[in-house]
């Protein structure tokens, strides 16, 4: 009963290409998150949603944007990939007023 | 957004009683205390969470002070499978601003 699914487990990229993470939620959760997680470093926040349309930059936003059109569907974008955006990212729910996450399984991405 | 300091890393051995603190010196009246728990490729999963004084259920219990400036995660009678990172997060709701930022965790080992 998977409840946050992200598109892809594995990515594989080439410098300067553009990049798009989906992630979709099934429990009708306000706010939505990307994270990236590299060893050492833990979890670091890229962007955050707490409503459909709206968006927040979270501590690492830098070379990413983020679209959430619809409630369930939260994508991370980048524009132009590069070497340094080699890492796990994770996609998260909650409902409102909560910070009880809800992660997806994850999507290793790899820029050559 | 309070700040969280864990230790890196933590050794236990089969059965025995593990806690693991976290230090959150400028939580804020309004935030709660969440604990998850991280394996090998997978995103983490709630554990826990309080308020204030003591939580328990079905696999951790989480000790907070009077002060609140720190919490306690113990996890009872450690098997194998308890061998993870476990990461200890505060915040409030994103609507209001909370970046709900993760740390960098402590890595539990557990051995036979």
């Known amino acids: 009963d998977v409840k946050v699914t992200q598109s892809s487990r594995y990515l594989v990229k080439r410098t300067g290409e553009k990049v798009f993470l989906e992630c979709v939620q099934d429990?009708?959760?306000?706010?939505m998150f990307w994270y990236r997680q590299d060893p050492g470093l833990g979890l670091r926040l890229i962007y955050f949603?707490?409503?459909?349309?709206?968006?927040e930059k979270g501590d690492i936003p830098e070379g990413y944007s983020v679209s959430r059109e619809k409630k369930e569907r939260f994508s991370l974008i980048l524009e132009s990939a590069s070497t340094n955006q080699t890492s796990m990212y994770l996609c998260?729910?909650?409902?409102?007023?909560?910070?009880?996450?809800?992660f997806g399984a994850g999507s290793r991405l790899t820029v050559l | 957004l309070a700040k969280t300091t864990q230790p890196i890393s933590m050794d236990s051995y089969e059965g025995q009683e593990v806690n693991i603190t976290c230090s959150h010196n400028?939580?804020?009246?309004?935030?709660?205390i969440t604990w998850y728990q991280q394996f090998p490729s997978q995103g983490p999963r709630f554990i826990i969470q309080?308020?204030?004084t003591k939580v328990t259920n079905e696999v951790a219990s989480l000790f907070i002070p009077a002060d609140r400036k720190s919490s306690t995660l113990s996890l009872p009678r450690v098997s194998l499978s308890d061998t993870a990172v476990y990461y200890c997060?505060?915040?409030?709701?994103?609507?209001?601003?909370?970046?709900?930022?993760f740390g960098t965790g402590t890595r539990l080992a557990v051995r036979p």
């Open positions: 998260a729910s909650s409902r409102p007023g909560a910070n009880v996450l809800t």
């Open positions: 429990m009708d959760h306000e706010n």
């Open positions: 949603s707490y409503d459909v349309k709206m968006k």
């Open positions: 400028n939580i804020a009246t309004n935030d709660y």
């Open positions: 309080g308020y204030k």
């Open positions: 997060l505060v915040g409030d709701s994103p609507r209001s601003g909370d970046k709900l930022t």
